[in-house]
């Protein structure tokens, strides 16, 4: 295997003491109050009570200890406790009422240590979570002691597998996101709700004591609003809703009596399904719009489940742009908050997975619905009751935690029947959510009939289209295998559908899907595609780009044959 860096992370490696991540992790609660715990920690391993030998007794925040820009290169065993420590400074000046230490995501149990003294913990491996330190002093030893067992499969897990290979890929653990403290005052706001359609916003701060304004800066400049109860409900004098191809956000600052300040965005947009010239169609802005995608694994080949910078995520979203694509489905995955910003930023809508749990069958969830058999039901799938619990509890936590962002108009609850079970049920909660949103209950196959859209995998076999009475979504198909000599993790064991051996054949090949199995669909019932995928990944070699970044395999725009955001105009 060879180690591979994307050109952020050769920088990352020239320039050791370099702080990375070095920007707010909040683009929808900005304060001015931030303090970046991310660089160099100490580092140990305990697993039974002995001390592990690691290569190196420090490690790279936020990098997990299995990336290469972590500075430990290592999957420790299952159960094993991985402790991070460090001194911290609160800088003169830098605090008001409370003090917040912020984790962004720690895979997957985590406790949490000022001094010696135990001041909380988080079990999940991909939502954020916030501890109180208020009564830490300015100077302090700071302890996390994180552990994951990936032989415990009610926690989700997404494509990390103990032993990776082909579609499954090296596991991650310890700190993987962010870590930063913020200071606040005492009545600051802890969250917002954000609620748009294509004329309006409310903004609520979940407390009907909050008073202060909101300044919203429009095109045609600001506009000041009033919190009553909380809560802000706005119209812009100037309306101009959010698309790929017009990607426009209100920015706007909240001021609260006592002093807190923040400053967010929203956008006006909406997302619905509707019957148009008797075909079902999503609406975007109240016109079908055809959602050509990818899939979007968030893998890099130096910090595996995080890039060496956030400015990568950006030329991810801008190169795919440049080739005519306009969405990406996030796949069983939770990323920073500044990967959904960017999308937002950029115009690029977000298909957003659920991180599955639960037992994996290849014979049952992938080899039977690859050769015709794709039927199961799942009300009556034995999954454990632990188990259930779990996916609902984390997903009820992504969607909280993602929500507010405009980019994700769509949610995939179950992918290919991993771990899936009584879809319906999972389905409710979900919509009750977000009801504004398209909801994807099955994706690939196992369809219950309860989700929003029809939603289909094509690989190895020609998509042949057939009408359905709801959209239909091809949410996985192509993926075809090109080798770039020089970029490869893996020379000798590589993956994907079907191999193509030249940049020339591979444009053919990609051309000819889309010219015979995509745009004859669209206006007819296909709503979208999702092409496999971003990035080639570990073994995986189907990508756009090469696992590095470094090669762009497809030189050409895949052009469809009408404007994106009016092409329901004129049928």
């Known amino acids: ?160 597998r103990i032993r990776r290979g082909g579609m499954w890929y090296t596991p991650f653990s310890g700190l993987w996101q962010i870590v930063w403290i913020e200071s606040v005052r005492e009545n600051y706001v802890k969250e917002i709700e954000i609620h748009t359609d294509r004329k309006e916003a409310r903004i609520s701060t979940g407390d009907p004591s909050h008073k202060g304004y909101l300044l919203v800066h429009c095109p045609e400049g600001e506009e000041r ?57 999503i609406l975007l802005n109240g016109k079908p719009y055809f959602f050509n995608g990818l899939l979007d694994q968030g893998y890099f080949s130096d910090g595996l489940s995080t890039p060496a910078g956030p400015s990568l995520y950006e030329q991810d979203i801008e190169r795919m742009k440049a080739l005519g694509f306009n969405t990406l489905r996030k796949h069983v995955k939770v990323e920073p908050d500044v990967y959904y910003a960017a999308c937002d930023r950029l115009g690029m809508v977000v298909f957003q997975d ?95 009939d309860v989700g929003d859209v029809k939603s289909l995998h094509r690989y190895n076999e020609k998509y042949i289209f057939q009408p359905f009475e709801k959209p239909i979504i091809l949410s996985e ?26 940049y020339e054949k591979l444009e053919e090949r990609v051309n000819e899907l889309y010219d015979e199995e995509i745009v004859p669909c669209i206006g007819k019932g296909l709503s979208g595609c999702i092409y496999t995928q971003v990035s080639d990944v570990e073994d995986e070699i189907n990508g756009i780009m090469t696992y590095d970044r470094r090669v762009i395999k497809l030189k050409n725009r895949i052009e469809l044959p009408c404007p994106q955001d009016n092409r329901g105009e004129g049928r």
């Open 477 to 502: 198909f192509g993926g075809f295998a090109f080798k770039v000599e020089g970029h490869v993790f893996h020379p000798g064991k590589i993956y994907g559908y079907g191999t193509i051996k030249d």
């Open 1 to 160: 295997m060879q180690e591979l860096y994307t050109v952020e992370g050769e920088k990352l490696k020239k320039d050791p003491e370099w702080i990375p991540w070095n920007m707010h992790p909040r683009p929808l609660m900005e304060r001015d109050s931030f303090l970046n715990l991310c660089g160099w920690w100490d580092f140990s391993v305990n697993h039974g009570g002995h001390i592990i030998k690691t290569d190196s007794d420090k490690i790279r925040v936020p990098f997990p200890p299995e990336s290469l820009l972590s500075g430990i290169n290592t999957h420790f065993p299952e159960g094993a406790e991985l402790i991070y420590e460090r001194d911290i400074v609160i800088p003169e000046g830098f605090r008001e009422d409370r003090l917040l230490l912020h984790i962004d995501a720690a895979d997957q149990h985590a406790e949490v240590f000022i001094d010696g003294e135990k001041y909380g913990g988080h079990d999940g491996g991909y939502e954020h979570f916030t501890i109180d330190i208020s009564s830490a002093p300015d100077s302090f030893r700071l302890k996390v002691v994180i552990s994951d067992d990936l032989h415990d499969l009610r926690e989700p897990y997404g494509k990390q």
């Open 225 to 281: 609003h009033e919190l009553i109860n909380g809560e802000v409900k706005l119209c812009p004098k100037s309306v101009r809703n959010w698309t790929p191809e017009d990607p426009y956000l209100y920015r706007f600052e909240l001021f609260l009596d006592g002093g807190d300040r923040f400053r967010s965005y929203f956008a006006l947009r909406d997302v619905t399904i509707e019957t148009v010239d008797g075909v079902p169609e």
């Open 354 to 448: 659920m991180v599955n749990n639960g037992h994996y069958s290849f014979l049952l969830d992938t080899a039977l619905p690859n050769v015709g058999f794709p039927s199961k039901d799942d009300t009556k799938t034995r999954v454990p009751q632990d188990v259930h619990a779990f996916f609902i509890r984390r997903s009820v936590e992504t969607v909280k935690q993602l929500k507010n962002y405009p980019c994700i108009l769509y949610w995939t609850l179950f992918n290919e029947g991993w771990g899936q079970y009584d879809s319906a049920s999972v389905y409710k909660v979900i919509k009750e959510l977000v009801p504004d949103s398209v909801i994807d209950a099955a994706s690939g196959w196992y369809d219950m």
